[in-house]
């Protein structure tokens, strides 16, 4: 079946401007997860969204940072005022967690470049 | 949360030769994963394997959870496995999101 797909796969930016990224996840996965790669700092855990549950917020860097999941699918991550620092390969994967299981297959990331 | 360390940071290699990768963990784990990153970015899932000894092909791996550590081997290297190789883990025992380690970049000469 299909895996967990992005968009877009490259986004350029001004400083200052709002940006979306979209993340569809794989059909029937429940889990779905953002993280950020950016040199310097590796893969970094940002948000984490299971079913209805209130998502795990705990990995945004800043306010500027926000995602949301509508219908229990598709998420989008957005970035309010973006800033130089944002620059990095946003990376979305999602997972059917089970008790002692949790398997995650990633996308193929949006690189983000903010000039 | 959990510290993941890997060695060795780079690796060249000739084709044909064999490497060993090593992922060490500051906790216990559980959930862990061998990932490959190919040059377009994509992550791969090579392995799931809290514990025990999975081969696939010309890769295996060994995750020993008592001590905390867990590696990967790539016999009869080819340039296809050039990348980075990532292992993973969930920051803590009721996390769900993974906690990466920097990860091994390895050149396959051919």
């Known amino acids: 079946g299909a895996g967990v797909s992005q968009s877009p796969s490259n986004k350029v930016t001004e400083k200052g401007k709002d940006v979306e990224l979209r993340c569809d996840p794989i059909?029937?996965?429940?889990?779905l997860y953002w993280y950020r790669q950016s040199l310097g700092q590796g893969l970094e855990f940002l948000i984490y969204?299971?079913?209805?549950?209130?998502?795990?917020k705990s990995g945004l860097p800043s306010d500027r940072f926000s995602a949301e999941r509508t219908g229990g699918s598709v998420s989008t991550l957005t970035i309010q005022r973006t800033q130089q620092e944002d620059s990095a390969v946003y990376l979305c994967?999602?997972?059917?967690?089970?008790?002692?299981?949790?398997?995650?297959?990633f996308g193929a990331g949006t690189r983000l470049s903010v000039l | 949360g959990i510290q993941v360390e890997q060695s060795p940071p780079d690796l060249i290699l000739q084709e044909g030769a064999n490497s060993t990768l090593r992922c060490n963990f500051s906790?216990?784990?559980?959930?862990l994963q061998w990932f490959h990153q190919n040059p377009w970015g994509q992550l791969i899932n090579l392995f799931y394997?809290?514990?025990g000894t999975k081969q696939n092909g010309r890769l295996s791996a060994t995750t020993v959870a008592t001590e905390r550590y867990s590696l990967l081997y790539i016999s009869s290297s080819q340039t296809t496995d050039s990348g980075v190789y990532f292992c993973?883990?969930?920051?803590?025992?009721?996390?769900?999101?993974?906690?990466f380690g920097s990860g091994t970049q390895l050149t396959v000469l051919p």
């Open positions: 906790d216990s784990v559980n959930n």
């Open positions: 993973a883990s969930p920051s803590s025992g009721s996390a769900r999101q993974l906690t």
């Open positions: 394997i809290p514990s």
């Open positions: 969204f299971q079913g209805n549950s209130a998502p795990d």
């Open positions: 059909s029937g996965h429940t889990a």
């Open positions: 994967a999602s997972s059917l967690p089970r008790r002692d299981k949790n398997i995650q297959y």
